[in-house]
């Protein structure tokens, strides 16, 4: 995984994997969000995102509509790992384990 061994690369790579869990959407969050979700200095969490960037598995861009909005949009290899992680995952936690973590499954 591209954590660099932090874990802020961890919680990083988690907080953009919601967005690889986003099958009808363009896979694509904006940078400020991140900023303002994760609980460390916008400076760091920009240092993990320009490593990520020049690892190729992220791309960061202005939004088509909003200049002044940058886009974090995911690679196909980031969003393979992330598939490839959470197989691993679902395969030791059984089929219990879901990746929308924290919702509340109903009884048929």
Same mark, same amino acid.
């Given at each position: 995984? +591209?954590?660099? $061994?932090t874990?802020?690369?961890?919680? %990083?790579?988690?907080? %953009? *994997?919601?967005?690889?869990? /986003?099958?009808? $959407? +363009?896979?694509?969050?904006?940078?400020?969000?991140?900023?303002?979700?994760? +609980?460390?200095? =916008?400076?760091a969490v &920009? %240092? =993990?995102l &320009?490593r990520?960037? *020049?690892? $190729?598995?992220? !791309?960061l861009?202005? !939004? +088509?509509? /909003?200049? &002044?909005?940058? %886009?974090?949009?995911? !690679?196909? /290899?980031?969003?393979?790992?992330? /598939?490839?992680?959470? #197989? @691993?995952?679902? *395969?030791v936690?059984?089929?219990?384990?879901?990746? #929308?973590?924290? @919702?509340?499954? @109903?009884?048929?």
């Open positions: 995984m +591209p954590t660099y $061994g874990s802020l690369g961890f919680e %990083l790579f988690m907080k %953009l *994997a919601e967005l690889a869990q /986003d099958i009808e $959407g +363009p896979r694509e969050g904006v940078l400020k969000r991140l900023y303002l979700e994760l +609980p460390y200095t =916008h400076q &920009r %240092l =993990h &320009r990520l960037e *020049a690892d $190729g598995w992220i !791309s861009s202005p !939004s +088509p509509v /909003d200049t &002044r909005v940058r %886009l974090v949009e995911l !690679s196909s /290899d980031y969003i393979d790992l992330f /598939d490839e992680y959470m #197989a @691993q995952f679902k *395969a936690l059984g089929p219990a384990a879901s990746p #929308a973590a924290g @919702q509340v499954q @109903q009884k048929a």
